[in-house]
């Protein structure tokens, strides 16, 4: 009985845990007095004086292990066994038992009180009188207007609960403004973000619906995603540098200095740091068709005539040359830095092969850039100016090959004839800058016992600044290895014909058609 | 116990012009507290709160308002089962944007059957610049519920929700709900956590 559970209750309840238990049976309880007294007791209705000497009613008194906490009222009835069956006499047998309340009725619980307890002599079916009794009990209801606040103020805490333990950051700075930002020089910003809430948080910078990363590729954020601990803050660095990669399209307006990142909290909200600030436009990453119109240095000239003069065939829209302008043959910063070199280089060993010095490139850029001081310092490294001139080419917007010819170039870079028919069919500006670097190497090359330089590694060199396809190469960086491999092999099979058609220009001064 | 333990959550997006009292709206309702200081929402936030009648628990989207982060919003809003459109009543072109702008993007950004209440917010200013009729008039033109609130004093920001709860329960399904893009992942989770502390 102490296994007996009630499944309809969860989780279910044992008979022990209800509120009030009634305990009703043929207990089998005797009176301890011999079958005369009991029977003169009974007859006179002295149930005080026979339930004295029950053994149930001592065991209650008692306060022992039985029944322990049950309560039972004064039985008023005689007791109830044992009869012959059918009859209202007490047990005539060889055995004659003395007279008992067997048969009672048990409570236990709080809030019950007891109407009657009776028995019913009328019944003689059995060797028992039945008992019944009546009981009030309380029982316990919901209070509708209660319940409905107590189970509101539940769940307002559970909803409050739920808040409390979302992820809950501060950010010191959402609103980044890098001001004057100037080609290959990286400028740093520091955001906290602060942990003010319960749990530890997971960040994540995310993608913009569908763009393919989270930031523009002229930015850096340093850590991306990490885990900060309650109460602890969490230095982000967000880095704007602007390379040779993405100098042109700054340069052209075609991009801007603009960009919402999108902190993502696990499981929480998403916050927006916007990036923003202006470019200065630089020489590097402008184009050949642009430069020849500038007179003046880059930044004397307002933003939006670069634009103009930025857009593809701006050359051919306006003849400035009616104006009393008039065109150079060539880029005047690559003439500076060619006749710096000229100056400085043509007997320098490692000419193009040793690094330059950031800080003197940045140097060169600003004097190419203000046009102060006129002319690149004297006092500045020949492998820096190197340096710049490669970096120079491999940032124009077009390269000095347009991409539109680069393929055919490819082609073409094993007949001669053919290479050159393409040459001479390129715009002027291009053709002049390419003819005139070229030039300017072969004249390198002839002091080829001085600065040990070698055709073939210039041909390689500067096939890579000069001929470049429209496709940036580094794209995809998640390709798989075989991916990865073919696009190695191809890189370098495009490498030697780069390298070859170059060849063609290095080794003899070639009369154009 | 007659309620059920595990309540369907829903996601509700608040959008519309900056300064209207999106942020205003989700705190009175959340927590029952009101700022009147403002201070532009960078990023999205969201706040839960399980209502008894009907028995659901509430996802609340608030979105910022501001120009620059419009294209950013559609991430937020698409998966939403109800987007709820806050003007100004004192501010009329905060009304025409969301006839010219707001109502078009949750519509080209939603769920089917997705339900769209129109709220015009700050009733208890006395400068009113849009009048409810106008507003309701508009609502019933574009198959959106209507209603005036005060963030300010609570006026009718319990109501709304309901009604909007109400309105989805009846426009979309609870089986299309499930698959409708809300992250159920992270909600288990919680609903687990739920039901051991609604026993405790």
Same mark, same amino acid.
């Given at each position: &009985?102490?296994?007996?559970?009630?499944?309809?209750?969860?989780?279910?309840?044992?008979?022990?845990?209800?509120?009030?238990?009634?305990?009703?049976?043929?207990?089998?309880?005797?009176?301890?007095?011999?079958?005369?007294?009991?029977?003169?007791?009974?007859?006179?209705?002295?149930?005080?004086?026979?339930?004295?000497?029950?053994?149930?009613?001592?065991?209650?008194?008692?306060?022992?292990?039985?029944?322990?906490?049950?309560?039972?009222?004064?039985?008023?009835?005689?007791?109830?066994?044992?009869?012959?069956?059918?009859?209202?006499?007490?047990?005539?047998?060889?055995?004659?038992?003395?007279?008992?309340?067997?048969?009672?009725?048990?409570?236990?619980?709080?809030?019950?009180?007891?109407?009657?307890?009776?028995?019913?002599?009328?019944?003689?079916?059995?060797?028992?009188?039945?008992?019944?009794?009546?009981?009030?009990?309380?029982?316990?209801?919901?209070?509708?207007?209660?319940?409905?606040?107590?189970?509101?103020?539940?769940?307002?805490?559970?909803?409050?609960?739920?808040?409390?333990?979302?992820?809950?950051?501060?950010?010191?700075?959402?609103?980044?403004?890098?001001?004057?930002?100037?080609?290959?020089?990286?400028?740093?910003?520091?955001?906290?973000?602060?942990?003010?809430?319960?749990?530890?948080?997971?960040?994540? +910078?995310?993608?913009?619906?569908?763009?393919?990363?989270?930031?523009?590729?002229?930015?850096?954020?340093?850590?991306?995603?990490?885990?900060?601990?309650?109460?602890?803050?969490?230095?982000?660095?967000?880095?704007?540098?602007?390379?040779? &990669?993405t100098a042109a399209k700054l340069n052209s307006g075609e991009e801007k200095l603009e960009?919402?990142?999108?902190?993502?909290?696990?499981?929480?909200?998403?916050?927006?740091?916007?990036?923003?600030?202006n470019y200065l436009i630089s020489t590097?990453g402008s184009s050949?068709e642009a430069l020849?119109q500038l007179?003046?240095?880059i930044r004397e000239v307002p933003v939006a005539e670069l634009i103009q003069i930025e857009q593809p065939g701006s050359l051919?829209l306006v003849?400035?040359?009616?104006?009393?302008?008039?065109?150079?043959?060539?880029?005047?910063?690559?003439?500076?830095?060619?006749?710096?070199?000229?100056?400085?280089?043509?007997?320098?060993?490692?000419?193009?092969?040793?690094?330059?010095?950031?800080?003197?490139?940045?140097?060169?850029?600003?004097?190419?850039d203000?046009?102060?001081?006129?002319?690149?310092?004297?006092?500045?490294?020949?492998?820096?100016?190197?340096?710049?001139?490669?970096?120079?080419?491999?940032?124009?917007a077009q390269?000095?090959?347009?991409?539109?010819?680069?393929?055919?170039?490819?082609?073409?870079?094993?007949?001669?004839?053919?290479?050159?028919?393409?040459?001479?069919?390129?715009?002027?500006?291009?053709?002049?800058?390419?003819?005139?670097?070229?030039?300017?190497?072969?004249?390198?090359?002839?002091?080829?016992?001085?600065?040990?330089?070698?055709?073939?590694?210039?041909?390689?060199?500067?096939?890579?600044? &000069?001929?470049?396809?429209?496709?940036?190469? +580094?794209?995809?960086?998640?390709?798989?290895?075989?991916?990865?491999?073919?696009?190695?092999?191809?890189?370098?099979?495009?490498?030697?014909?780069?390298?070859?058609? &170059?060849?063609?220009?290095?080794?003899?001064?070639?009369?154009?058609? | 116990?007659?309620?059920?333990?595990?309540?369907?959550?829903?996601?509700?997006?608040?959008?519309?012009?900056?300064?209207?009292?999106?942020?205003?709206?989700?705190?009175?309702?959340? *927590?029952?507290?009101?700022?009147?200081?403002?201070?532009?929402?960078?990023?999205?936030?969201?706040?839960?709160?399980?209502?008894? *009648?009907?028995?659901?628990?509430?996802?609340?989207?608030?979105?910022?308002?501001? /120009?620059?982060?419009?294209?950013?919003?559609?991430?937020?809003?698409?998966?939403?089962?109800?987007?709820?459109?806050?003007?100004?009543?004192?501010?009329?072109?905060?009304?025409?944007?969301?006839?010219?702008?707001?109502?078009?993007?949750?519509?080209?950004?939603?769920?089917?059957?997705?339900?769209?209440?129109?709220?015009?917010?700050?009733?208890?200013?006395?400068?009113? /610049?849009?009048?409810?009729? /106008?507003?309701?008039?508009?609502?019933?033109?574009?198959?959106?519920?209507?209603?005036?609130?005060?963030?300010?004093?609570?006026?009718?920001?319990?109501?709304?929700?309901?009604?909007?709860?109400?309105?989805?329960?009846?426009?979309?399904?609870?089986?299309?709900? /499930?698959?409708?893009?809300?992250?159920?992942?992270?909600?288990?989770?919680?609903?687990?956590?739920?039901?051991?502390?609604?026993?405790?």
């Open positions: &009985m102490s296994k007996t559970k009630f499944k309809k209750f969860a989780p279910p309840l044992e008979i022990s845990e209800h509120d009030i238990i009634f305990w009703i049976g043929d207990l089998n309880y005797r009176i301890d007095l011999n079958i005369e007294e009991v029977k003169k007791c009974i007859r006179k209705s002295e149930y005080k004086s026979l339930i004295k000497q029950d053994q149930l009613y001592r065991q209650l008194k008692a306060n022992s292990e039985v029944f322990k906490g049950f309560e039972e009222g004064l039985p008023n009835f005689d007791p109830t066994y044992k009869f012959d069956a059918g009859t209202d006499n007490y047990d005539t047998s060889e055995k004659s038992r003395v007279p008992a309340w067997c048969d009672r009725i048990l409570w236990r619980g709080p809030g019950v009180k007891q109407l009657r307890y009776d028995s019913h002599p009328q019944l003689k079916v059995s060797d028992h009188k039945p008992v019944s009794s009546l009981f009030e009990i309380g029982v316990r209801v919901i209070d509708e207007k209660r319940y409905k606040r107590v189970y509101e103020d539940i769940m307002k805490k559970l909803d409050r609960l739920e808040n409390d333990y979302l992820p809950q950051i501060k950010i010191d700075n959402t609103d980044l403004i890098f001001k004057d930002v100037k080609f290959i020089e990286p400028q740093i910003k520091v955001v906290t973000v602060a942990n003010i809430g319960q749990i530890p948080v997971e960040f994540e +910078f995310i993608n913009k619906l569908d763009d393919p990363t989270y930031c523009k590729p002229w930015l850096k954020v340093t850590p991306c995603k990490s885990v900060i601990l309650s109460g602890i803050c969490c230095e982000i660095q967000i880095e704007v540098y602007v390379d040779k &990669m960009d919402i990142l999108v902190l993502h909290l696990s499981g929480g909200k998403d916050s927006f740091i916007t990036v923003g600030g590097f050949i020849v007179h003046g240095p051919s003849d400035i040359t009616q104006d009393g302008g008039r065109l150079y043959m060539v880029p005047k910063e690559i003439w500076k830095m060619v006749d710096f070199l000229h100056k400085h280089g043509l007997d320098k060993e490692e000419l193009f092969q040793q690094p330059g010095r950031n800080s003197e490139i940045q140097i060169i850029r600003d004097c190419l203000t046009g102060k001081p006129e002319n690149i310092s004297d006092s500045l490294s020949v492998h820096s100016v190197a340096e710049s001139l490669l970096l120079f080419l491999e940032c124009l390269p000095v090959i347009p991409f539109e010819f680069y393929s055919r170039c490819l082609s073409t870079s094993n007949n001669l004839l053919l290479s050159k028919q393409l040459v001479s069919g390129l715009p002027d500006c291009h053709k002049n800058t390419f003819l005139y670097i070229c030039a300017f190497l072969r004249e390198l090359l002839l002091y080829a016992d001085k600065n040990g330089l070698e055709i073939k590694f210039l041909a390689t060199m500067f096939g890579e600044c &000069m001929l470049r396809p429209q496709k940036q190469l +580094f794209t995809s960086a998640s390709s798989r290895e075989a991916v990865v491999k073919e696009r190695r092999s191809k890189l370098r099979e495009e490498e030697a014909k780069k390298a070859a058609f &170059m060849y063609h220009f290095l080794s003899h001064d070639i009369e154009l058609l | 116990m007659t309620a059920a333990i595990k309540p369907r959550t829903m996601k509700m997006a608040l959008v519309g012009d900056i300064n209207v009292g999106k942020t205003s709206l989700a705190r009175m309702f959340i *927590d029952g507290t009101f700022q009147a200081r403002y201070q532009a929402s960078v990023g999205l936030h969201f706040h839960t709160k399980t209502l008894r *009648d009907p028995s659901v628990t509430i996802q609340l989207w608030d979105t910022a308002g501001t /120009e620059r982060y419009r294209s950013l919003l559609p991430h937020y809003t698409r998966d939403a089962v109800c987007a709820v459109l806050v003007y100004d009543i004192s501010s009329r072109d905060s009304f025409d944007n969301v006839r010219s702008y707001w109502l078009d993007f949750v519509e080209s950004h939603a769920i089917p059957n997705m339900v769209k209440f129109l709220v015009g917010n700050k009733a208890d200013v006395d400068t009113r /610049e849009v009048s409810d009729y /106008e507003a309701q008039m508009f609502a019933t033109n574009h198959d959106t519920f209507f209603m005036e609130t005060s963030a300010k004093f609570g006026t009718n920001v319990d109501n709304l929700f309901t009604e909007a709860a109400k309105a989805v329960i009846k426009a979309i399904p609870e089986t299309q709900f /499930e698959n409708g893009g809300i992250r159920l992942e992270d909600l288990h989770r919680k609903h687990d956590r739920r039901c051991c502390l609604a026993h405790a």
